[in-house]
């Protein structure tokens, strides 16, 4: 899928410019990691630029996994879903998500372009990328948990940089 298709489908989804520019800023940063053959390079630039299609519908948490089923009614690769579904942080434990007024589903990033669309997600601040030590600041109202669940996503991730 071409950015321009993936740019329509978060106009169609009611995205604003400004989730549109951020798409386009963590799929920029999300490229970095990619150089390692292992990594899906395509699946990881579509991920990226829809893992924000949500928006269009809510910008609570729940823009996660709204996101995730609009890609599936949109007929997108179950991988382009789980990429959009698991953005969050690190991602959310079922248990975590039923607390949080969720759909209790494993919102963990597994594959390695889960994880790195997560990471650069937690790396870009509206259009702007930050670092780690920024994103942590603002994460301290978080749970020591899933504070330290970010932490080893960025440091496992970094090493495909």
């Given at each position: 899928m071409?950015e321009?298709d993936?740019?329509?489908?978060?106009?169609?989804?009611?995205?604003?410019e400004?989730?549109?520019?951020?798409?386009?800023?963590?799929r920029?940063l999300?490229?970095d990691f990619?150089?390692?053959?292992?990594?899906?390079?395509d699946?990881?630039?579509?991920?990226?630029?829809l893992?924000?299609?949500?928006?269009?519908?809510?910008?609570?948490?729940?823009?996660?996994?709204v996101?995730?089923?609009?890609?599936?009614?949109?007929?997108?690769?179950?991988?382009?879903?789980?990429?959009?579904e698991?953005?969050?942080?690190?991602?959310?434990?079922?248990?975590?998500?039923?607390?949080?007024?969720?759909a209790?589903r494993d919102?963990?990033?597994?594959?390695i372009?889960?994880?790195?669309v997560?990471?650069?997600?937690?790396?870009?601040?509206?259009?702007?990328?930050?670092?780690?030590?920024?994103?942590?600041?603002?994460?301290?109202?978080?749970?020591?948990?899933?504070?330290?669940?970010?932490?080893?996503?960025?440091?496992?991730?970094?090493l495909?940089?």
């Amino acid at each position: 899928m071409r950015e321009q298709d993936c740019i329509a489908l978060l106009r169609r989804a009611g995205c604003s410019e400004g989730v549109i520019a951020h798409c386009r800023a963590v799929r920029d940063l999300a490229l970095d990691f990619t150089s390692d053959p292992i990594v899906d390079r395509d699946l990881v630039e579509v991920g990226a630029l829809l893992h924000d299609i949500g928006r269009g519908v809510t910008h609570d948490l729940h823009h996660a996994q709204v996101g995730g089923e609009i890609c599936r009614s949109l007929g997108l690769d179950e991988a382009v879903a789980s990429i959009v579904e698991r953005h969050i942080g690190a991602g959310l434990t079922a248990d975590e998500c039923s607390l949080l007024g969720l759909a209790p589903r494993d919102c963990v990033p597994r594959t390695i372009e889960e994880k790195i669309v997560a990471h650069a997600d937690n790396l870009v601040k509206g259009g702007r990328v930050i670092t780690l030590e920024e994103r942590l600041a603002r994460l301290i109202d978080l749970p020591r948990k899933q504070r330290m669940r970010i932490y080893r996503l960025a440091l496992e991730v970094e090493l495909f940089r």
